[in-house]
C-alpha cells in the first residue's frame, strides 16, 4: 500500500456547489489546522463508536455537531477565497459551535433536572445552537433547506394565528427553544443520532477503502468483465459505479470520483456527451439504493421504523438489481444503435488478475455484508468493518515489506488469528493489533507511507460527512416542529382523503412532493421531510410501512436526476462537457426503472420482498415474488426498445410507441393488464423479429 496524494497539497474546490460539499483542505496554516481538526473528529466517532470512551447519548450528538459547525464555517470560508473579515467571523461562528457542544457537555445532568424550566443561560445557548446549525447548512448547502426549515420553526412560532386546519395552540420561546435544542426532539434527535454513529462510520468505511485502492479494483474488475463487450465503456460505467456505491453510498460524490475516469472513457468510445454524463449520474445515483451499505437515508429508516437495518436492505435488493438490469441494458441498445464497440481483451485488464491483487481490500466487505445478515446492528458492523479494513491495510504493507514469502503468509495467518480473537474477545484485541501494527510501520519508509495514507483516510471521512451532518442537524428542526405541533396530520389527512378514492393519485403526489424538495435539498431531509407527512398517511391507506418509506426514498434520490436542479447531472455536466439539462434528460431515460419500480412495489409488495399484496394472497409468496419480478424485466425490456429504438436492427415509430404501451401495461397490478402487456410484449417480439437481427458484439 503506498500514500496516496496528500490533501494538504491539494487545491481547494468551490463551496456549496453541485456536490454541497469541500473537495479539498486550503493550503498554508488554516488547513493544516482544520486538517488535523478533521483527523481528531474521526478519531473522537471511532473511540466512541468502539466504545473504547463511553459518553451519554446526549452529549455524543452535541459534541458531533460541535465538531461539524468546527469545521465547516472556517472550510467554506477558506474555499470561497474570502477577506479576513469573513474569515474572521466563520471562525467565530465555529467557535461559537463549540460552545454550545461544551455547554451540553458541562451541563448535561442539571440540564436533564431542569427539563422543561430553562434558565436564561439555557435559552441563550438555544439560540445559538439554531443560529449556527442555520448558518452552517446556508453557506454549505445553499438557502433551499435552511428557507424550509424556517419555515416550520416560523410555524411554531406564528401557528396559532393561522386560519384552521393550519392553527394550533401556540407555544411561547422558552418552550420552543427547551424543544429545539435540548433533548432528542429538535436538532439532537433522530438524524443526528444516526449521522453521529452508523452514517459517520461507514463514510469514513469507505473513505479508507477509497484511498486504499478500490476505485481502481472495481474499474478493472469491470473493464477486465465488460470493457471487450458491445458499448464496454459504458458498462464498465453502470458496474463500476454500482460497485463503488456499495460502500460509499453517496451518490453524486461517485459522479464526480467514478466519473472522472468512465465519462471521459464512453466519449473516447464514441457516445454521445450527454448520454455519458446520463449513465454516470444514473449509476452513481443507483449507489445510494445498492446494498450492503446504501445510502446514508437507508440507517436513518431502519432507526425511524425500528427495525433491523437487513429488513431495509432486503427491502431494497430488488428492486437495485432491476435499477441496474435497466440501466445495462439501455447502455447495451444505445451501443447496438450506433455501432459501438469494445477494446479487444489485450488491451484491458484482467478482472481476476485485479481480484487476486488486491484481494484483502474485498474482505472487510464481505466481513461487513456478513454482520449486518447475520443480525448485528449496523453499529456494530461498520465498526468491525472499519477495523478490519484498517488491520488489512496495515498488514498487508508489513508484509509486502517481507523478503519471501513463508514470511508473508506467517503475517497473514496472524491477521486472521487476529480477527477471529476479536470475536471471541471484543473489541480490545482488535485495537491491540493495530496499535502493534502502527508501531511496526514507524520503522520503514512503505509502513509510514501507509500510515499517512490512513491518517488522510481519517480526515477525508470527516470532511466527507459535513454535508450529511449539517443537514441532518438542521432537519431535526423540522421534526422538532412536527413533533411540538402535529403539522404533519394536516398533509396527511389530505393525502389519505384523496386516496380514499384514488390510491394511484395519493402516491403522484408523494412523488411529485419528493421531486419538488429534491430540487434544492439534499435526499436525507427530503426523505425526513416527505416520509414524516406522507409515510403515515400511506400507511392508513393500506400500503406496507417500509414499503411506503422505500417508495419516498427512491423519489428522494431520482429528484437529483430529475431537470430542472437535477444535482447529479450537473456534478457530471464540467466532466461530460455537456449541458447539465441534456444529461438530465439522457438520465432520465436511462433511469426508467426507478420512476416505475416504486409503484409496483406499492401494488405488489412481493418486489420489495414483503408479505401482502392481492397478488401474494391469490397465487402464494414467493409465485408472486417470480412473478412480479419476471413482469419487471420484461418492462424494462420494452422500454429500452422504445426509448432506443433499436433491438438488433432500427424500430419504426409505431413498433416503439407499441413497446411503451406494453411496457407500461405491465406496470399496472391488475390481471387484465398483466395478460394485455403479456399479449403485447408477445406481439411486439414476433414483430421484431420479422427480419433477421444484427449480431451484437
Not at 201 to 217: N, S, V
Request: overall charge positive.
Amino acid at each position: 500500500m503506498t500514500a496516496q496524494t496528500d490533501p494538504l497539497t491539494e487545491i481547494p474546490a468551490e463551496a456549496g456547489g453541485p456536490d454541497h460539499h469541500i473537495s479539498a483542505f486550503p493550503p498554508g496554516l488554516t488547513g493544516r489546522l482544520l486538517f488535523w481538526i478533521a483527523v481528531a473528529f474521526s478519531t473522537y466517532q471511532i473511540v466512541t463508536a468502539a466504545h473504547l470512551v463511553d459518553l451519554p447519548s446526549q452529549v455524543t450528538r452535541a459534541l458531533h455537531v460541535g465538531f461539524l459547525m468546527l469545521m465547516t464555517f472556517p472550510l467554506v470560508a477558506a474555499a470561497r477565497g474570502r477577506g479576513a473579515a469573513f474569515k474572521t467571523v466563520a471562525w467565530a461562528f465555529a467557535l461559537a459551535g463549540v460552545a454550545v457542544a461544551l455547554y451540553q457537555w458541562w451541563q448535561y445532568e442539571p440540564l436533564i433536572l431542569r427539563a422543561g424550566r430553562p434558565l436564561p443561560m439555557d435559552l441563550f445557548f438555544g439560540v445559538v445552537a439554531l443560529v449556527t446549525v442555520f448558518a452552517a447548512a446556508l453557506v454549505l448547502m445553499g438557502p433551499a433547506l435552511p428557507i424550509i426549515s424556517g419555515l416550520f420553526l416560523a410555524y411554531t412560532f406564528l401557528g396559532r394565528q393561522l386560519p384552521p386546519p393550519l392553527i394550533h395552540r401556540g407555544y411561547d420561546f422558552e418552550q420552543i427553544i427547551d424543544h429545539m435544542a435540548y433533548g432528542t426532539e429538535g436538532i439532537y434527535g433522530i438524524p443526528i443520532y444516526v449521522s453521529s454513529t452508523y452514517i459517520f462510520l461507514f463514510i469514513l468505511f469507505g473513505a479508507f477503502l477509497e484511498k486504499a485502492g478500490m476505485i481502481r479494483l472495481f474499474t478493472d474488475v469491470a473493464l477486465g468483465l465488460f470493457g471487450h463487450r458491445q458499448g464496454g465503456a459504458a458498462k464498465v460505467a453502470v458496474v463500476s459505479s454500482g460497485l463503488m456505491g456499495t460502500i460509499s453510498g453517496s451518490g453524486v460524490a461517485n459522479v464526480v470520483t467514478t466519473g472522472q475516469f468512465t465519462i471521459p472513457l464512453m466519449k473516447r468510445f464514441g457516445y454521445r456527451a450527454a448520454f455519458a454524463g446520463g449513465v454516470e449520474s444514473t449509476a452513481s445515483m443507483g449507489g445510494q439504493i445498492m446494498p450492503p451499505v446504501m445510502g446514508a437515508v437507508a440507517f436513518i429508516m431502519a432507526e425511524t421504523l425500528g427495525v433491523a437495518y437487513v429488513e431495509v436492505v432486503k427491502a431494497a435488493i430488488v428492486p437495485a438489481i432491476l435499477y441496474f438490469v435497466s440501466a445495462f441494458w439501455m447502455v447495451h441498445l444505445e451501443a447496438g444503435k450506433h455501432g459501438l464497440r469494445g477494446l479487444s481483451k489485450a488491451e484491458l485488464p484482467s478482472a481476476l488478475a485485479a481480484i487476486k491483487k488486491n484481494w484483502m481490500l474485498i474482505v472487510p466487505l464481505g466481513i461487513l455484508v456478513w454482520l449486518l445478515f447475520a443480525g448485528y446492528t449496523p453499529l456494530f458492523a461498520g465498526t468491525v468493518g472499519l477495523g478490519l479494513t484498517v488491520l488489512l491495510i496495515l498488514g498487508g504493507s508489513i508484509a509486502l515489506g517481507l523478503p519471501n514469502a513463508v514470511l508473508r503468509a506467517i503475517v497473514w495467518v496472524g491477521l486472521g488469528l487476529v480477527a477471529a480473537a476479536f470475536l471471541q474477545w471484543g473489541i480490545e484485541v482488535l485495537v491491540a493489533a493495530i496499535l502493534v501494527l502502527i508501531a511496526i510501520c514507524l520503522f520503514f519508509r512503505g509502513g509510514r507511507e501507509t500510515l499517512i495514507l490512513c491518517r488522510d483516510s481519517l480526515a477525508d471521512g470527516a470532511r466527507t460527512a459535513l454535508p450529511v451532518g449539517v443537514a441532518c442537524a438542521l432537519v431535526g428542526v423540522i421534526i422538532g416542529a412536527m413533533t411540538l405541533t402535529g403539522a404533519a396530520n394536516t398533509f396527511g389527512q389530505f393525502i389519505v382523503a384523496v386516496g380514499q378514492d384514488n390510491l394511484f393519485l395519493s402516491l403522484v403526489l408523494t412523488m411529485i412532493t419528493c421531486l419538488l424538495l429534491g430540487m434544492g435539498i439534499p435526499t436525507i431531509p427530503n426523505y425526513i421531510i416527505t416520509s414524516s407527512i406522507a409515510g403515515p398517511a400511506l400507511l392508513a391507506l393500506g400500503v406496507p410501512l417500509i414499503v411506503s418509506h422505500m417508495f419516498v426514498f427512491y423519489f428522494g434520490i431520482l429528484a437529483d436526476l430529475t431537470p430542472p436542479v437535477a444535482l447529479a447531472c450537473f456534478a457530471a455536466s464540467p466532466i461530460a462537457r455537456e449541458s447539465g439539462l441534456k444529461i438530465s434528460i439522457e438520465a432520465i431515460k436511462v433511469a426508467a426503472a426507478g420512476f416505475v419500480i416504486p409503484f409496483m412495489a406499492v401494488y405488489s409488495p412481493a418486489l420489495m420482498l414483503q408479505a401482502g399484496g392481492p397478488l401474494a394472497e391469490a397465487i402464494g409468496y414467493w409465485p408472486a415474488v417470480a412473478w412480479i419480478v419476471t413482469k419487471s424485466l420484461l418492462s424494462i425490456g420494452l422500454w429500452g426498445a422504445a426509448v432506443i429504438g433499436w433491438v438488433g436492427r432500427p424500430l419504426p415509430s409505431w413498433l416503439r410507441a407499441l413497446a411503451m404501451i406494453a411496457a407500461f401495461t405491465l406496470v399496472a397490478a391488475w390481471p387484465i393488464t398483466d395478460w394485455i402487456g403479456l399479449a403485447l410484449a408477445l406481439l411486439v417480439g414476433l414483430l421484431i423479429r420479422r427480419r433477421p437481427v444484427a449480431a451484437a458484439a
